[in-house]
């Protein structure tokens, strides 16, 4: 479903991708795992046309991505969960989750993709008409989640949604985010939480200053000794 190819995109001067390549096959979940600073929010910032892609390139569902429009690229069902969650504090609820909808101009499925979304985010409808700045960290990122899916995507890139969340509520996160794949959605996800990512993915990247350095089964980077060395806190 999304093909990169020997991927680069740099800051001024600084190359902060340097020739990357990954696929990410249509129902299931890839991660792209990364310390701070190793390019995982470049990747998916380049693919969804954010920044530019100086060389290389990104397809989706076979289309060159390069120079496309932002909004061309969502409405073609790539839809990109920005790290920080990026909600509209001074909306409530149900305005944040409408503007996920902004290209569709069938109410009717609309108030069906709502209900959707209410299905599964029931805290989302007993806060409908709070306002967004008014949420828990983790009711924010539910909120992030379910306008992105207002969209109807085909592929969902999420880039850190674990970010700055208590255990309990990165777990919940988490089953979320395997159930958005049960209802037929591809995840492209953008992790540093290493062991969550991995005991969900199909598939993963191993990202470092710019480059991909392991790929594997999610199953077979849990077990992989560098891995469990610098991600997951235990000895080879």
């Not at 991927?7 to 190359?15: K, N």
């Not at 020739?19 to 600073?37: C, D, F, Q, R």
């Not at 990026?86 to 569709?104: D, H, P, Q, T, W």
């Not at 049960?182 to 480059?211: H, P, S």
Request: no cysteine.
């Amino acid at each position: 479903m999304l093909v990169i190819k020997d991927l680069h995109v740099s800051y001024g001067g600084i190359r902060a991708l340097k020739g990357i390549s990954l696929a990410v096959h249509e129902k299931n979940i890839v991660t792209l795992l990364g310390s701070n600073g190793a390019g995982k929010s470049t990747t998916v910032r380049a693919i969804s046309g954010l920044i530019p892609i100086a060389r290389g390139e990104a397809l989706f569902r076979g289309v060159r991505l390069n120079d496309a429009p932002v909004h061309e690229i969502q409405r073609r069902g790539l839809i990109h969960v920005p790290e920080g969650r990026k909600i509209f504090s001074n909306l409530s609820v149900r305005e944040n989750l409408i503007m996920g909808a902004y290209a569709n101009r069938d109410h009717a499925d609309v108030d069906k993709t709502v209900k959707r979304v209410f299905s599964i985010f029931p805290v989302l409808e007993a806060r409908l008409h709070q306002l967004g700045g008014t949420l828990s960290g983790g009711e924010r990122q539910m909120l992030a989640l379910g306008r992105a899916l207002m969209s109807k995507p085909k592929l969902l890139m999420m880039d850190e949604p674990s970010l700055g969340l208590a255990p309990l509520v990165v777990a919940e996160v988490f089953r979320t985010t395997h159930t958005i794949r049960g209802e037929g959605v591809t995840i492209f996800l953008i992790e540093q939480n290493a062991f969550a990512a991995l005991k969900i993915a199909d598939y993963a990247y191993l990202l470092e200053t710019g480059r991909i350095v392991l790929e594997g089964s999610g199953s077979d980077l849990l077990e992989d000794p560098k891995v469990k060395q610098a991600y997951l806190g235990e000895e080879s």
